[in-house]
C-alpha cells in the first residue's frame, strides 16, 4: 500500500470496493498529496519566484524562448540529423517513437550537455517530481494517423497516476493547434475536496467499467465534468519550437487530437517514484555514469522479462527522428 502501486485489476487490495468504499484510495491519495507538499517545500528556493507562482497555481509551467538561439539551434540540428536504435509503442491511430538519451546519443549531440545542466531545466524537473533525482530523458517523436486504426486512448483526459509525477517536453518544432498538442487543465494538480471525492467515487466504479485505462489506475474524465470539479477547460499549448513545458501529471492532461498526419518531435522528460517517501533525494539512479544508463536498463529489462512485466517498446532499428 504505500508504493506507487496504481492498478484496481492487478491488486486485490487496491481494487477492494469495500476497502475503497471505507476510504482506502482516498486516504492512499490524501497521504501522498500531503507527502510531496513536504518535498516541494524543501525544493522550491532553486526556483524563480514567477516559475514557482505559476507552478503552484496552474500544476505547469510553459516557458518560449527557453534555450539561448544558438544553443536551441544547435540542438535541433543535431538531433533531426542523427539516427540512433529507436522503440516504439503504438496505441490506437498514433506511434510514439522514443530514444534513450544514453552516452552513444551524448557523445553524437553535444549540445544535449548543456541541456541537461541547465540549472533552470534542474531546478523546474525536480520541483515538479517533488524529487531531487534525475529524470528519465529521451527524444521523443509521435507520428498520428496510422491507418485503419482506433482512437488514441492518450487523447482522453486523465491523470497518469493517484500521486504527482512530473513529465516535460521541449518542442524541437512549432506544434499547430490541429497537430496533436498537449492539453492541460490548470489547477487540476491540486488536491481540493472535490477532487478527493472524485477520486474516491472512481475507486468504486472503475473495475466495472468497461474502462481499461481507469481500472489500471489512470483515471479518465470527461470535459463535462470538469466544471464540477470547479475546473476550467484545458489549456492548449499550441506553442513555437524551444517551448518548454513542465507538468504535474496527477493534473488531468492529455494530447489533443490530431485533425491531419503528423509528426511532433520534442525532448521528453519523465520522473515518477514512490510518492510516500519522506526524502526528496538519496537516489542512486541519479548518480554521473549511472543516470545516463537507466533508460537501456530499464528497456533491456522488460526485454528479458517481458512475460511476467510486459514490454510495450518494440525494438523499431536504427532511425532519425522526423522518419515515417
Given at each position: 500500500m504505500l508504493t506507487g502501486a496504481k492498478s484496481f485489476l492487478d491488486n486485490p487490495l487496491i481494487g477492494s470496493e469495500r476497502l475503497n468504499r471505507q476510504g482506502l484510495h482516498a486516504g492512499r491519495v490524501r497521504l501522498a498529496s500531503t507527502m510531496a507538499q513536504r518535498r516541494r517545500a524543501r525544493l522550491a528556493s532553486a526556483v524563480e519566484p514567477d516559475d514557482l507562482a505559476m507552478f503552484d497555481r496552474d500544476g505547469f509551467i510553459e516557458k518560449r524562448d527557453f534555450l539561448p538561439p544558438d544553443l536551441f539551434t544547435a540542438l535541433r540540428e543535431q538531433l533531426l540529423a542523427w539516427a540512433g536504435p529507436a522503440r516504439e509503442m503504438v496505441q490506437g491511430d498514433t506511434i510514439t517513437r522514443r530514444y534513450a538519451a544514453d552516452p552513444e546519443m551524448l557523445r553524437a549531440v553535444p549540445a544535449m550537455h548543456s541541456v541537461m545542466r541547465d540549472k533552470r531545466w534542474r531546478a523546474l524537473a525536480r520541483y515538479a517530481a517533488?524529487?531531487?533525482?534525475?529524470?528519465?530523458?529521451?527524444?521523443?517523436?509521435?507520428?498520428?494517423?496510422?491507418?485503419?486504426?482506433?482512437?488514441?486512448?492518450?487523447?482522453?483526459?486523465?491523470?497518469?497516476?493517484?500521486?504527482?509525477?512530473?513529465?516535460?517536453?521541449?518542442?524541437?518544432?512549432?506544434?499547430?493547434?490541429?497537430?496533436?498538442?498537449?492539453?492541460?487543465?490548470?489547477?487540476?494538480?491540486?488536491?481540493?475536496?472535490?477532487?478527493?471525492?472524485?477520486?474516491?467515487?472512481?475507486?468504486?466504479?472503475?473495475?466495472?467499467?468497461g474502462d481499461f485505462l481507469s481500472a489500471r489506475g489512470s483515471f479518465r474524465i470527461e470535459a463535462g465534468e470538469l466544471a464540477a470539479l470547479g475546473l476550467?477547460?484545458?489549456?492548449?499549448?499550441?506553442?513555437?519550437?524551444?517551448?518548454?513545458?513542465?507538468?504535474?501529471?496527477?493534473?488531468?492532461?492529455?494530447?489533443?487530437?490530431?485533425?491531419?498526419?503528423?509528426?511532433?518531435?520534442?525532448?521528453?522528460?519523465?520522473?515518477?517514484?514512490?510518492?510516500?517517501?519522506?526524502?526528496?533525494?538519496?537516489?542512486?539512479?541519479?548518480?554521473?555514469?549511472?543516470?545516463?544508463?537507466?533508460?537501456?536498463?530499464?528497456?533491456?529489462?522488460?526485454?528479458?522479462?517481458?512475460?511476467?512485466?510486459?514490454?510495450?517498446?518494440?525494438?523499431?532499428?536504427?532511425?532519425?527522428?522526423g522518419d515515417d
Open positions: 517533488s524529487f531531487d533525482v534525475e529524470p528519465l530523458l529521451y527524444v521523443q517523436s509521435i507520428l498520428s494517423h496510422r491507418r485503419d486504426a482506433p482512437p488514441d486512448p492518450q487523447t482522453c483526459l486523465h491523470a497518469d497516476t493517484f500521486h504527482t509525477s512530473m513529465k516535460a517536453w521541449l518542442l524541437l518544432e512549432d506544434v499547430a493547434a490541429d497537430e496533436g498538442p498537449l492539453s492541460y487543465v490548470a489547477g487540476s494538480h491540486r488536491l481540493t475536496p472535490e477532487r478527493l471525492a472524485w477520486e474516491r467515487r472512481r475507486s468504486l466504479e472503475v473495475r466495472d467499467a476550467p477547460q484545458p489549456t492548449v499549448f499550441a506553442a513555437p519550437a524551444n517551448t518548454l513545458i513542465v507538468a504535474d501529471t496527477f493534473g488531468f492532461h492529455a494530447r489533443r487530437p490530431s485533425t491531419k498526419p503528423s509528426t511532433r518531435i520534442e525532448l521528453f522528460g519523465y520522473s515518477r517514484r514512490n510518492p510516500f517517501l519522506p526524502f526528496t533525494g538519496f537516489d542512486i539512479w541519479s548518480l554521473p555514469g549511472i543516470a545516463q544508463r537507466r533508460v537501456p536498463l530499464l528497456w533491456l529489462t522488460h526485454d528479458i522479462y517481458r512475460r511476467w512485466i510486459g514490454q510495450p517498446w518494440a525494438k523499431a532499428g536504427h532511425k532519425r527522428p
